[in-house]
């Protein structure tokens, strides 16, 4: 099988795996297991782990030791965050955008890149470079699901995860569009739940997240 079947059979599987992607960014290499299993247990079995703090690579690879977690590594910029993030235990990696060299990067590596675009070029050039599994970011202010909704019309062959400013109010809608397989957000984890170990809140809000996919 050539890279790019394999790393869209994988990301079929990361995205298809839970209606929300929780987007974590970690403060403290503590809260990585709790945090990790409450979601887990909620129903939200991915888990994207922002490459943004110095607690992050450690605390994805605490995460990965949750029976059930799939976790990936987030905001990676470079072939070096990249590697780091393997090396981490990420089975899948997102970008916020796309160049020509994370591109290279991805497919030289067997873990999948899914990477963020916001506009038609940016989607055309992804395409061209091989990804058809993209992020759409930042979703809310880059036109929200009217845009994307455009979006799924012309590039028939995509499939999308949206993030950025998704709400459990606007997940809904979003997940209502065919092509829009799953969406990345924070809502289910605030950062004040995580600060006070609230992991029983955090779990209601995944439970309330897992269960918003539409019946197809
Ligand atoms: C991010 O990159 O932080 C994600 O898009 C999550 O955004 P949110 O915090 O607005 O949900």
Same mark, same amino acid.
């Given at each position: 099988?050539?890279?790019?079947?394999?790393?869209?059979?994988?990301?079929?599987?990361?995205?298809?795996?839970?209606?929300?992607?929780?987007?974590?960014?970690?403060?403290?290499?503590?809260?990585?297991?709790?945090?990790? /299993? %409450?979601?887990? #247990? @909620?129903?939200? &079995?991915?888990?994207?782990?922002?490459?943004?703090?110095?607690?992050?690579? +450690? *605390? =994805?690879?605490?995460?990965?030791?949750?029976?059930?977690?799939?976790?990936?590594?987030?905001?990676?910029?470079?072939?070096?965050?990249?590697?780091?993030?393997?090396?981490?235990?990420?089975?899948?990696?997102?970008?916020?955008?796309?160049?020509?060299?994370?591109?290279?990067?991805?497919?030289?590596?067997?873990?999948?890149?899914?990477?963020?675009?916001?506009?038609?070029?940016?989607?055309? /050039? %992804?395409?061209? #470079? @091989?990804?058809? &599994?993209?992020?759409?970011?930042?979703?809310?202010?880059?036109?929200?699901? +009217? *845009? =994307?909704?455009?979006?799924?019309?012309?590039?028939?062959?995509?499939?999308?995860?949206?993030?950025?400013?998704?709400?459990?109010?606007?997940?809904?809608?979003?997940?209502?569009?065919?092509?829009?397989?799953?969406?990345?957000?924070?809502?289910?984890?605030?950062?004040?739940?995580?600060?006070?170990?609230?992991?029983?809140?955090?779990?209601?809000?995944?439970?309330?997240?897992?269960?918003? /996919?539409?019946?197809?």
């Amino acid at each position: 099988m050539n890279t790019e079947l394999l790393h869209n059979q994988i990301l079929d599987e990361v995205m298809g795996a839970a209606p929300v992607i929780p987007v974590i960014v970690i403060d403290r290499l503590e809260d990585a297991l709790p945090l990790a /299993r %409450a979601l887990v #247990a @909620g129903g939200l &079995r991915v888990l994207e782990v922002t490459l943004r703090t110095p607690a992050a690579l +450690g *605390a =994805l690879r605490a995460m990965c030791s949750v029976p059930g977690a799939i976790v990936g590594a987030g905001t990676v910029l470079d072939a070096a965050q990249y590697d780091a993030a393997i090396r981490a235990g990420a089975q899948f990696v997102v970008s916020p955008g796309l160049t020509e060299r994370l591109a290279m990067a991805a497919r030289q590596r067997l873990v999948p890149l899914l990477p963020g675009t916001a506009t038609a070029s940016e989607v055309m /050039r %992804a395409r061209e #470079a @091989g990804f058809t &599994r993209l992020k759409f970011f930042p979703a809310e202010s880059a036109g929200g699901v +009217g *845009a =994307l909704k455009s979006l799924c019309s012309v590039f028939r062959d995509v499939r999308f995860c949206p993030t950025g400013g998704i709400t459990a109010a606007s997940a809904r809608a979003y997940l209502a569009v065919p092509q829009i397989v799953c969406v990345g957000g924070s809502w289910p984890m605030p950062a004040e739940s995580i600060a006070s170990g609230d992991w029983s809140r955090i779990e209601a809000l995944a439970r309330e997240a897992s269960a918003l /996919r539409l019946p197809r």
